[in-house]
């Protein structure tokens, strides 16, 4: 069934005021316009979510595209493609990896010395496209350092980046691409394989200190069969889900910073307990995670409306974290909430993101350092004003920006 | 005398390992050094940390945690 090629332009561009009309018609209301239930709510998209792989399913892909859907997400395995035991061994796997505890180190090595040489650039200008010149830069070179990586190189990580924004329509428009995206992203997809494999051979002993190497290591105790095809697609998918949802996460929090008052100099103030809960509540109100499609395994009963085996589903999740029932003051920040992580911003169930700590440090690294560092930073009128792009993932550009000298 | 308890108990056959309770609450929980998932470091919470253990309970995203007022005089 293809009902989405509707999906995005069915979904106006600055969705939030649609996702208030739409919560105050049900928690779980059906569309004719796209053939499928509508999941508005807080409780409906949690108790969908959390009912993942079981209850319900992630799209399938269509047999007849399963080779190439393969090939453009590098030729192996991959997380998100598989399913039941090898998913939840995976999945651990990289829940390992990214771990509270273990991106520890990669918070005073990494990120915090790499958000500092950024802005080192970029402070005494006095200006700055704070998308391309700062969220645009910080995702991708941690990717790329962690993986052992030339993430200091800078026409390298301009070669990924481009290669990766060629990609993008393909995986920007869930559950079904486009076909007219295809071509182009399978292009990308094996220019990129010729980027990354030469690292993914060089490190075949597995004896290195990253991550790279760390897959080889302990891929094949995970799949069978564990091969360089699956080292590169698992390559291809930290820089995928490393990337863009996190710069995108980034761009959201400095645009509440620079137009909320007073909300700068709070957090110039607070410790950082208070700051983590600013980037909670920026994730809350402008993650990019807006839609996750899914599917009926068999029939169910969701939030009181009976839902038939094969039905589709579309959670909304960033109506969900504006659900007034479940958050007090949904379209404020409040840095006092009981549960300051309960948004779905990294979505939830055995399918949450893996990479959710990481992006939170960097998230938290970034906020520090800018409102430390940027002072009394605001949109310039001067330049183009954001505004927002995307479909079942959102996000605004460009985030113009000025600031006073320190 | 009748003393009012929290009870935590973990499902580690359900965990997919986040650590975020470890994160929230870690004098609780723990992650096994293998494959990550949970481990409970005590099964009785004092009242002084029940918020805490609560948000982390709430937090954990395949419910593989609970936590269960008890009545009576078990302490």
Known sequence: MRTTDALPGWMSEEPYGLYDQLRESGDVIWDDSTASWLVTTYTGCKEMLAADDVVYRSPEIDPALAEMFLAIHGGGRVLTLLR????LRIHRWWMQIFSPKAILRWRDDLLRPMVAGRLDDIEPRGRADLEADLADELPIRTIAAILGLPWEDDDWIGQVRSLMAELAPFFGQRPWPLASAHEKALAASMQLNDVFLPFVRERRLGTGDDLISRTWREGSDLLADWDEMDVLSTVRLMFLGGTETTKMSMVGMFYL????????????????????????????????????????????TLCGKHIKKDDVLYGFLASADRDPVSFDDPGEIRLDRAAPRGHLAFSFGPRTCVGAALARA???????????RLPNLRPDPDAEQPSMFGSTTKSIRPLHAIWDPR | MTVDWLALQAFPERCIGTGTCVELAPLYFDQREDDGTVVLRAAHVKHEDADDVERAVDSCPVFALSLARRDGDSL
């Open chain 1, 84 to 87: 039941d035991e090898e998913h």
């Open chain 1, 362 to 372: 960097e998230l938290l690294e970034a906020v520090d350092a800018v409102v430390h």
């Open chain 1, 257 to 300: 910073l620079m137009t909320v008052d007073g909300m700068q100099d709070r957090l110039k103030e607070a410790n950082e307990a208070v700051r983590k809960r600013y980037v909670e509540e920026a994730l809350r109100l402008r993650g990019p995670l807006h839609v996750r499609p899914r599917f009926a395994n068999r029939d169910t």
